[in-house]
């Protein structure tokens, strides 16, 4: 079975501080990870994946997340927010290549940034 | 050029009407999607469609009912609408190629069933 867990619901920061947003998964199968980002009122902007290749995967603005199987978590993380980050995170899980694979979204983690 | 596109942004209706939510996709995907979020922003997969046939189909009333007239279209059609409906729905779309299957979203639909 799969799951994912995102540990903090809402995380604040102030701007110009690193951002950790936790994410910890399970699955049967050799997963495919990703995190999203939804800003308010929009639709859901895919920020990076892990399918496999390099645990470390570089997305876009600036975010970056480590695959730990050890650990099974896929946390994101950013070394200087942003105002423009504040937004909804999203971890994603999907196990298996298929079309049918099931796709797991996390719970969200809210981002905000303080000035 | 939009990806993803959904019709219409916003619909407010009574219950008990009937509502269609079309979504189009210009990206040659083989797989639609429909997702509904909540107003805890919880997100949860409806249904998904490969080459114009259902492979997933969560538990959701039979009072939706999806259809895929070809590869880049997946509407969403809602039968006696109710107060629970109202939700966001996103439609997405990907190629499941290997590990290339990231989903691109629409920008959503916001219904409200009064």
């Known amino acids: 079975a799969q799951s994912v867990t995102q540990l903090d619901s809402h995380v604040s920061v102030s701007e110009g501080t690193p951002v950790l947003l936790r994410c910890n998964y399970s699955s049967s199968y050799s997963p495919s990870l990703f995190w999203y980002v939804q800003h308010p009122n929009k639709g859901l902007q895919l920020l990076l994946k892990?399918?496999?290749?390099?645990?470390l995967v570089k997305g876009i603005n600036g975010f970056e997340a480590e695959f730990k199987k050890s650990e099974t978590s896929f946390h994101l993380t950013k070394p200087s927010a942003h105002m423009s980050d504040a937004a909804e995170y999203f971890c994603v899980v999907r196990a298996g290549y298929s079309s049918a694979s099931k796709i797991i979204f996390g719970s969200g983690t809210r981002l905000s940034i303080r000035p | 050029d939009t990806a993803v596109s959904q019709t219409p942004k916003y619909l407010v209706t009574q219950m008990g009407n009937d509502k269609s939510i079309k979504c189009e996709q210009n990206l040659g995907h083989d797989t639609m999607y429909w997702y509904k979020q909540d107003s805890k922003k919880f997100l949860k997969i409806m249904f998904s469609y490969n080459n114009k046939e259902l492979i997933i189909n969560e538990t959701v009333p039979n009072r939706f009912s999806p259809k895929s007239p070809d590869k880049a279209h997946l509407n969403l059609h809602i039968n006696s609408l109710e107060l629970g409906d109202s939700a966001v729905y996103f439609c997405a779309s990907s190629q499941v190629r290997g590990t290339y299957n990231e989903q691109f979203f629409g920008p959503g639909t916001r219904l409200t069933v009064l």
């Open positions: 892990y399918t496999s290749a390099a645990t």
